[in-house]
């Protein structure tokens, strides 16, 4: 569900969010037995388009968090922007450099105020290396929001955006 047009699964969001809680969790993988299951579970039911579009909807929902799609924050959005896709950049062994545009794009389309996941819906094919830059970029969001707002913070915004778009 998105709160403003596309709507995607819940469950492929829950399994995106597994995704980024398996790179975020590169020191206890005793977790990730049940998270891959899960991911795989949705991933047959809803295919690996929709976890990618589930994917977009939490990079949109954690950029809310920290401001996205605020009026007079441009200076922000712009620094943000930059730092994260010099971020991104760095996971040279995950992440494609030509998918870093899109993923860009996206975070420029939610600091616009834009529906992410309608806008990357209109942009054409998704490569299969996309979601892998699209997982990276979320997991150091979600590490920023964590950063600023404390453990845990980015799930719980998720889970009440989440919630309050199902209603």
Known sequence: MTPSGAQVQVGAEQAAWDQVSILRSPDQPSAWP?????????????????????????????????????LGGEGFAERFTQTLMDKVGQW???????DLPIVRQVVTAVFDGHDPVAWRDQAGPVPDSEPRAMGCALALIANFVDQVDGPEACERGLLSMLSRAID
């Open 34 to 70: 049940a998270l891959s299951e899960r991911i795989a579970a949705a991933t047959a039911l809803y295919g690996a388009g929709e976890l990618s579009r589930g994917t977009v909807w939490l990079i949109g929902g954690a950029l809310r968090l920290v401001g996205g799609g605020r």
């Open 92 to 98: 040279g062994d995950v992440v494609e450099p030509s």
